[in-house]
């Protein structure tokens, strides 16, 4: 089936945070991501490719929502910039309403602003086994394309939510450790670490917001080497640094 002009102006409409709210859905593209996609949970609402892609993959999509398209139409609608053979439009989930684990640990992202770093940084929880990120609700949408690019399939597997972190944090500050990298925090190669509680991850700027630093109840820090003359790191190496010590 041919792809329709509403169509088009939907995909083009999810390449701003607006036309995803407003609609609900989000873009993945290409062919990797695409099977990526199909493995998980989410749910298709248009599938967009070229005959090529189609034929070698009939078995796996649902006819009903699948449009056949040339690659110099796909090129135009697509958020890549090398040649692409499909896209899909997916619908957002929604916010689980399921209690939180109590038993693993739980990335808490305080304001990420970057769509590449937070698409990192989901790519690097999956890697470490993290099933649930609690994002505030000034971090960037986990949705976006860029974001989507760069977790690499990840954000397929990951029960990512959005919401208000102090109100969270505050019910289980008695019940859970929650960590976070402060200045005055004691060095973390030092620490008796337990695999479950909440590990908090600031701003790529200012850090963790303070009023999310009074409810860190287990303040640690990365030591910096001695010649060392950066302020600080990245907020994705920062996380990747971080989990792997409390993998160990």
């Given amino acids: 089936m041919e792809i329709s002009k509403s169509e088009i102006k939907l995909v083009n409409s999810l390449k701003t945070s607006h036309g995803r709210k407003k609609h609900g859905v989000f873009l993945v593209e290409g062919p990797k991501m695409l099977e990526e996609l199909l493995q998980s949970n989410f ?28 690659s110099k139409d796909l090129d135009r609608v697509s958020q890549l910039s090398t040649a692409n053979q499909v896209l899909a439009v997916v619908y957002t989930p929604r916010n689980s309403q399921s209690p939180l684990p ?16 937070l698409g990192t940084i989901v790519r690097t929880a999956d890697w470490f086994g993290i099933n649930t990120i609690l994002c505030s609700k000034e971090t960037t949408d986990a949705y976006s394309p860029k974001v989507v690019q760069s977790s690499m399939g990840s954000v397929f ?34 620490q008796d670490l337990e695999k479950k509680g909440f590990i908090v991850i600031g701003n790529e700027s200012k850090g963790i917001s303070k009023e999310i630093q009074k409810l860190i109840s287990q303040p640690v820090y990365i030591p910096q080497a001695e010649n060392s003359k950066t302020e600080s790191l990245n907020a994705s190496i920062a996380t990747g640094i971080l989990l792997s010590i409390f993998s160990k």
């Fill in 43 to 70: 749910e298709v609402k248009l599938l967009i490719a070229t005959n090529e892609w189609y034929d070698n993959n009939t078995k796996l999509v649902d006819e009903s929502f699948a449009r056949v398209i040339k």
């Fill in 102 to 117: 109590s038993d693993e640990l739980i990335l808490v992202l305080d304001t990420i602003q970057d769509p590449g770093n």
């Fill in 157 to 190: 597997r990951k029960n990512i939510k959005y919401i208000d972190l102090k109100e969270v944090l505050a019910e289980n500050i008695h019940q859970l450790p929650i960590y976070g990298s402060l200045l005055n925090g004691k060095n973390i190669y030092n």
